[in-house]
């Protein structure tokens, strides 16, 4: 089964590309390597992960921890989907 998971923040204000290349970094430091990840951006310093893994939905997966002190304006939103279809 195929898993991913989705991780979200937005960066304090001016703070965008910190915060980006702060998720690169991390994303890249991941324990066990996902099959595919990918990072994202966009407007109002958003910043997106998202990570593809070949497990069980319910299995205990590395997931990019909230970012230290005041680089983010807001808790950190995460989601775990299963696939259900491929293309």
Known sequence: ???????????????????????????????????????????????LVMTWWEAAYDAELPELPEPEGELVTRAVHRW???SVEGV
Do not use: I
Not at 3 to 19: H, I, S
């Open 80 to 82: 775990r989907f299963e």
């Open 1 to 47: 089964m195929t898993v991913a998971l989705m991780w979200e923040a937005r960066a304090a204000e001016g703070r965008g590309g910190e915060l980006l290349e702060w998720a690169r970094t991390q994303v890249r430091a991941l324990a066990g390597g996902p099959v595919r990840r990918e990072v994202l951006r966009a407007p109002q310093d958003r910043v």
